[in-house]
């Protein structure tokens, strides 16, 4: 088994700034900085792997966490992973915010069902795209967009299963209960998500290493 090292600067629930996750053969460890602190991404996963006794050049691959997201965290963590990749040639896989969103909201009763992860784009639209869970994997049915409430809310079909963070969850939580989907509220969402199995995760170079913010404009219509 690989050792593995995940970051996250996305703070998608709003719990930390950063979180970082190591996965090998003795198991999976996580670190978190502190909430309401700034935080360190490099000190949090240099804690981490000294506590577990690697040095930085055992770590055989990394995974983040490219957004949308934080706008400040996702810089700090994609740059962070540009610059081991640069002077290590360390194989990195991304994994987008709304995918670990919509896992999240995967479970054993999952299988064939529709998941919509929302994600707040500002400016009164909505990060979304749509997923379903076949066989343990997720798989995109549509890409991402940025939305605004009334073409979410169209979109949705009974059955469907919404996840979302706390912080807005109770804003749009009676209309898409009126629209028959299940709203599945996310909580503590950290680097060790990007180890569930079923992700989908893509390969990417240091050059081709770009985080997507909240309010950018690769998701508009």
């Given amino acids: ?24 053969a003795a198991g999976t460890f996580v670190m978190r900085s502190p909430a309401g602190e700034r935080g360190d ?19 055989e691959e990394l995974i983040v966490d490219v957004g949308p997201g934080s706008y400040t965290g996702l810089r700090v963590a994609v740059t962070f992973v540009r610059f081991l990749q640069a002077f290590g040639s360390i194989p990195v896989q991304a994994v987008e915010s ?11 009763d999952a299988d064939g069902v529709r998941v919509r992860p929302l994600l707040d784009a500002r400016r009164g639209r909505y990060h979304t795209a749509c997923f379903e869970c076949r066989a343990g994997k997720l798989v995109e049915v549509s890409a991402a967009s940025a939305t605004d409430t009334d073409q979410v809310l169209a979109s949705l079909e009974p ?26 509220v996310a909580r503590d969402l950290g680097a060790d998500a990007m180890f569930a199995p079923g992700l989908p995760l893509f390969s990417v170079k240091a050059e081709d290493l770009e985080p997507r913010y909240l309010m950018a404009t690769y998701a508009e219509d």
């Fill in 159 to 184: 059955g469907d299963r919404v996840v979302m963070p706390a912080a807005f969850a109770e804003q749009l939580g009676e209309q898409l209960r009126e629209r028959d989907v299940q709203v599945v």
């Fill in 1 to 24: 088994m690989s050792t593995r090292l995940a970051v996250s600067g996305s703070n998608l629930t709003g719990d930390v700034p950063f979180s970082a996750a190591l996965s090998t």
């Fill in 98 to 108: 709304l995918a670990l969103l919509a896992h999240y909201a995967c479970g054993q």
């Fill in 41 to 59: 991404l490099t000190r949090l996963c240099q804690s981490l792997c000294e506590q577990q006794g690697l040095a930085p050049d055992q770590i």
